[in-house]
């Protein structure tokens, strides 16, 4: 990891530990990422989101 | 691997330097040809089980590009000043190169790229010059490219694309909701919006599984197969014709000559940096745009005395640039745009230079969201935006899912003042010299990001975006670069350019050197697809000279 402030360190050893992968001891039980709602699935059909779900029903 | 492996005392008819984008279908083109082959990789080959979605280890480490601490990049803006240590540069550093781990963005140029001299005129300060060849010239590789490769597309979506022979092979991926967004908003504004040429696998193709969208494509390594790097495309066949043997961890220090002036192959350090020779009839140099011209340049000779190829002095001039600001904007349903891949539709509308805007350049612009989520929390958040506690909290969690960004690909000019050298101090863990980057944008570069990124903001705004923002483009914000693109110009004129029309280096008869350092232009960015289509024609050309015996 590149050296930055000791502010800007400090923001991203908060944010990786909420955020990171939980196999590095943080964001534990994914509980942050359900926090801001990324699933972390291995695959997604599509009608990923509100819009492109609303062009499928405008379909016959 | 699995392919053949030679004696380290045997001949081989050629060698390659570097399995990336253009190496890995150079080795496949020469070795089902008939030849022998060794392609030299500084980086490890790995399979898709060595991958995860670990973001810290491939955004915020370089789990898949070029590591700094032990090859150390510096960076000056011009040649009055000092160089200091910075990854001003990134590329892929494994078997598969940047294909490995690229967006997988496969844009043709368009026909205009090839002759934007003649058409746009001189351009003050830099170096524009029309390719030696025409896009009809590499139309037939492009489409070899995209058929050989695995490119899901749809032709004649896009009624600015240059003309071609045969549809993509794959249908387009799936539609994400910044494309229909994207869609809608520019419908409205009069553009042309289509859907996005990509190297990754929208239905089965070759024995390879379609794209699952687990959304993990830019940065990192597909663990499905489904992105079409050369490692799971033609790397593979390569191999099986028991013709050419990969050696990866294996770091070249130096192109050999003989007394003839002709390569007679390479000298490079094992994983155990033992140093050792590879000797070959023929050299194909495909190391990427920094990597390329800083071997030429440490090949350095009594009869090469500015570095092997480089009569012209122009190895390592014309740095051109990833250029292309990055809007976003917030809105009120999901998105979700973390599922499925970054890029789903694009415009080509503001691609041709157009003098009416007062400057040269012009670029793509596309729908996409290249974030994941600790990158987002840190980087993807409006400015004004609190960046502590709880109200940070809940800013990420309105703004993950609700997202999408504008990625502008635009224009960077040849400028000889641009350039990749030697560092005269810092040295890499082998002992080498450290690439050292002189890169300033040209004033035209900067006024077309600036134009469009109004451009970006209107079909931010014409889609609904309740709130829209934007990230700076100076050179400093958009590093590293990733394309790496004009450090060994292709031209006609040895005194004005590295390698003939084919690739060959002017100089030296057996050896060729083709990557993005060919580029004579940059057109709008996204070179992988041009730089295969070179490889191929390059490819093609060494095998009909080899067979006249014009090699040896």
């Known amino acids: 990891l590149d050296a930055g402030t000791a502010g800007e360190i400090e923001a991203l050893a908060t944010v990786l530990g909420f955020q990171g992968n939980p196999s590095y001891g943080g964001n534990r039980g994914?509980?942050?990422?359900?926090?801001?709602?990324?699933?972390?699935?291995?695959?997604?059909?599509?009608?990923?989101?509100?819009?492109?779900?609303?062009?499928?029903?405008?379909?016959? | 691997?699995?392919?053949?492996?030679?004696?380290?005392?045997?001949?081989?008819?050629?060698?390659?330097?570097?399995?990336?984008?253009?190496?890995?279908?150079?080795?496949?083109?020469?070795?089902?040809?008939?030849?022998?082959?060794?392609?030299?990789?500084?980086?490890?080959?790995?399979?898709?089980?060595?991958?995860?979605?670990?973001?810290?280890?491939?955004?915020?480490q370089p789990g898949l590009t070029n590591d700094p601490k032990v090859q150390p990049i510096t960076y000056r803006k011009s040649e009055a000043d000092h160089a200091a240590p910075m990854k001003a540069i990134e590329y892929g550093r494994q078997v598969g190169g940047g294909s490995v781990h690229f967006t997988a963005n496969y844009w043709r140029f368009h026909e205009s790229d090839f002759r934007e001299r003649s058409l746009c005129g001189e351009v003050r300060g830099a170096d524009l010059a029309d390719w030696p060849i025409t896009y009809a010239d590499l139309e037939p590789y492009y489409t070899k490219a995209e058929y050989e490769l695995g490119i899901s597309g749809l032709a004649g979506a896009n009624p600015f694309e240059a003309p071609r022979s045969k549809p993509y092979p794959l249908p387009p991926m799936p539609v994400k909701s910044s494309g229909v967004l994207f869609d809608r908003a520019t419908k409205k504004l009069g553009l042309h919006p289509f859907p996005a040429p990509?190297?990754?696998?929208?239905?089965?193709?070759?024995?390879?599984?379609?794209?699952?969208?687990?959304?993990?494509?830019?940065?990192?390594?597909?663990?499905?197969?489904?992105?079409?790097?050369?490692?799971?495309?033609?790397?593979?066949?390569?191999?099986?014709?028991?013709?050419?043997?990969?050696?990866?961890?294996?770091?070249?220090?130096?192109?050999?000559?003989?007394?003839?002036?002709?390569?007679?192959?390479?000298?490079?350090?094992?994983?155990?940096?033992?140093?050792?020779?590879?000797?070959?009839?023929?050299?194909?140099?495909?190391?990427?745009g920094a990597e390329t011209p800083k071997l030429l340049l440490m090949s350095r000779s009594k009869r090469f005395p500015q570095g092997l190829a480089n009569s012209s002095g122009l190895v390592g001039k014309y740095l051109m640039w990833d250029n292309g600001g990055e809007a976003q904007g917030l809105f009120e349903h999901p998105l979700n745009e973390y599922k499925g891949i970054q890029v789903t539709r694009l415009i080509h509308d503001y691609y041709a230079s157009d003098p009416e805007r007062g400057f040269y350049g012009g670029g793509g612009i596309d729908a996409r969201f290249d974030f994941y989520p600790a990158g987002f929390a840190l980087h993807g958040l409006p400015p004004d935006t609190p960046r502590w506690g709880s109200e940070f909290k809940r800013t990420i969690q309105t703004y993950f899912t609700r997202t999408m960004a504008l990625l502008a690909h635009t224009t960077s000019l040849a400028q000889a003042r641009n350039t990749v050298s030697?560092?005269?101090?810092?040295?890499?863990?082998?002992?080498?010299?450290?690439?050292?980057?002189?890169?300033?944008?040209?004033?035209?570069?900067?006024?077309?990001?600036?134009?469009?990124?109004?451009?970006?903001i209107e079909i931010l705004e014409a889609a609904g975006a309740l709130k829209t923002w934007s990230q700076p483009y100076d050179v400093v914000s958009n590093m590293p670069s990733r394309h790496l693109m004009g450090t060994c110009r292709m031209g006609n004129d040895p005194r004005t350019s590295v390698v003939n029309a084919c690739s060959r280096a002017h100089d030296v008869p057996n050896l060729f050197i083709v990557d993005g350092s060919n580029f004579v232009t940059s057109a709008r960015q996204q070179p992988t697809a041009t730089i295969q289509a070179l490889a191929y024609r390059a490819a093609d050309y060494a095998i009909r000279a080899a067979k006249r015996g014009d090699l040896s």
Request: glycine share 8%.
């Open chain 2, 422 to 456: 030697l560092d005269p101090d810092v040295k890499d863990a082998w002992g080498l010299p450290a690439i050292r980057i002189t890169f300033d944008h040209h004033p035209d570069d900067m006024a077309t990001m600036k134009w469009m990124m109004a451009r970006q």
């Open chain 2, 1 to 60: 691997m699995s392919g053949v492996r030679f004696p380290i005392s045997e001949v081989v008819d050629f060698l390659v330097l570097g399995a990336g984008a253009a190496g890995g279908v150079v080795a496949k083109e020469l070795a089902t040809a008939g030849f022998r082959v060794v392609v030299l990789e500084q980086g490890p080959y790995l399979r898709e089980t060595d991958y995860s979605h670990d973001e810290i280890k491939y955004t915020f």
């Open chain 2, 198 to 288: 990509v190297a990754i696998l929208s239905e089965p193709y070759q024995g390879r599984a379609a794209c699952v969208n687990c959304g993990f494509c830019e940065s990192f390594g597909c663990e499905m197969r489904a992105k079409s790097s050369t490692l799971v495309s033609v790397i593979p066949l390569a191999e099986k014709t028991g013709r050419c043997e990969i050696r990866p961890e294996c770091y070249v220090r130096k192109i050999e000559t003989d007394g003839a002036g002709r390569a007679t192959g390479a000298v490079y350090f094992d994983r155990n940096r033992r140093e050792i020779f590879q000797g070959a009839k023929a050299v194909f140099v495909c190391a990427n």
């Open chain 1, 30 to 60: 994914e509980d942050g990422w359900h926090q801001i709602g990324f699933e972390n699935l291995m695959t997604y059909q599509p009608r990923f989101g509100y819009y492109d779900a609303q062009v499928d029903e405008e379909k016959p």
